[in-house]
């Protein structure tokens, strides 16, 4: 399996080479980049060629980018609202596809495979309404994509349009097949257990967001410092049809990157050997 780091750890700095290189020498294969604006400003062309000239002179992969949740700066804290395909308002639906395209128009300098894409906020329901805004974002996000070289991935939260059991609904309804699977660990753990996810979701999971929490909120801790069951996910993740990519999504509490912290990413991805 794939071993991608997301660049999630670092979301208080901004993205740079140098951050790039610390996520090559800790032994990892792939990168997910992050758009969150203060950390990869998707809106600069500056900042986009600069990573660009990295990744083309570097083996490390552009495994995938996690579409924009905000579009501002400060992650929503100064009031922005916040990026939501799902939203009851039109002019928000509309304002959300925007920005995760501004985000998805990198990949004509940054070859990364996948954008993984949140369906609505935590507090969306399950409706008629949630599954028609879905697949209409799914639908659009797809034929921009694809022209990219880019597959759309949607992950399970914490919110009833996102189960693992309606993700195929929509998937399904939308006759959605090129459009895969981002499972999330910790939001499994959180909502229908690991196991359960895994099952459900099965040969549509292309990649696994990997973290830990103990059950009750979302608080990506590192492999162990919760409650998941690691050996009972490794032994769940090998039984799948394909393998999938292991993409390590640790908190943004990363002050400076060091050689502690390149030892707990080797040890996060050895429980996967």
């Avoid at 570097?58 to 980018?65: D, G, I, Y």
């Avoid at 996000?141 to 694809?146: D, K």
């Avoid at 499972?183 to 359960?196: M, S």
């Avoid at 490794?234 to 908190?251: C, D, F, N, Q």
Wanted: charged share 20%; net charge negative.
């Amino acid at each position: 399996m794939l071993r991608v780091l997301s660049t999630h750890l670092f979301l208080n700095h901004r993205l740079h080479p140098g951050l790039l290189e610390f996520a090559a020498r800790s032994g990892v294969q792939g990168i997910e980049i992050f758009a969150a604006r203060q950390h990869f400003d998707y809106t600069s062309r500056e900042h986009v060629l600069e990573l660009s000239e990295w990744f083309q002179s570097e083996p490390l992969q552009a495994f995938s980018l996690h579409a924009p949740l905000f579009p501002d700066r400060e992650m929503g804290r100064a009031g922005a609202p916040g990026v939501n395909v799902l939203h009851p308002e039109k002019s928000r639906r509309i304002d959300a596809m925007d920005e995760i395209k501004r985000a998805l128009e990198t990949a004509e300098h940054i070859p990364f495979q996948n954008l993984i894409v949140h369906l609505g906020e935590k507090s969306d329901d399950w409706s008629p309404r949630s599954i028609e805004y879905a697949l209409t974002a799914l639908e659009h996000l797809g034929a921009f994509a694809r022209p990219l070289g880019v597959r759309v991935l949607v992950e399970n939260l914490l919110s009833e349009a996102t189960t693992p059991e309606h993700l195929n609904t929509i998937l399904d309804m939308g006759h959605l097949g090129s459009v895969g699977v981002c499972l999330d660990l910790g939001h499994a753990h959180i909502t229908v257990g690991v196991r359960d996810a895994m099952q459900t979701l099965a040969s549509r999971i292309v990649s696994v967001h990997t973290h830990d929490n103990h059950g009750v909120k979302d608080e990506h801790l590192w492999p162990g410092d919760g409650s998941i069951d690691w050996a009972a996910t490794a032994t769940a993740l090998k039984e799948l049809s394909t393998p999938p990519a292991i993409v390590l999504e640790i908190g943004n509490t990363l002050g400076e990157a060091s050689p502690a912290t390149s030892v707990r990413i080797n040890d996060a991805f050895a429980r996967f050997d």
